[in-house]
């Protein structure tokens, strides 16, 4: 997914998380919901996102804002 705003990169990373199972608490006073870890949508392959580089901000100025986040659909 491409996102070209900070509030939509957030939108796009939250989901993610949540769809690959990966927005876990690690609280020990916080029930597990085990129906909720079977419910895996999405493998995500980059931990971070990614920004474009020098030579395609130089090709295309209005890419600076944009990033890139990989998942695969399971």
């Known amino acids: 997914m491409v996102s070209f705003h900070s509030l ?3 939108i796009v990373k939250s989901f993610l998380k949540k769809e690959a199972g990966l927005d876990q608490t690690y609280s020990r ?5 085990i129906q909720e870890k079977s419910a895996r949508n999405f493998h995500v392959i ?4 990614i920004s474009p580089s020098k030579e ?5 100025p209005r ?3 944009s990033k890139m986040r990989i998942a695969v659909k399971i």
């Open 8 to 10: 939509e990169d957030s």
């Open 29 to 33: 006073y916080q029930p597990e919901n």
């Open 46 to 49: 980059t931990k971070s996102a």
């Open 56 to 60: 395609e901000i130089a090709a295309n």
């Open 63 to 65: 890419a600076r804002s």
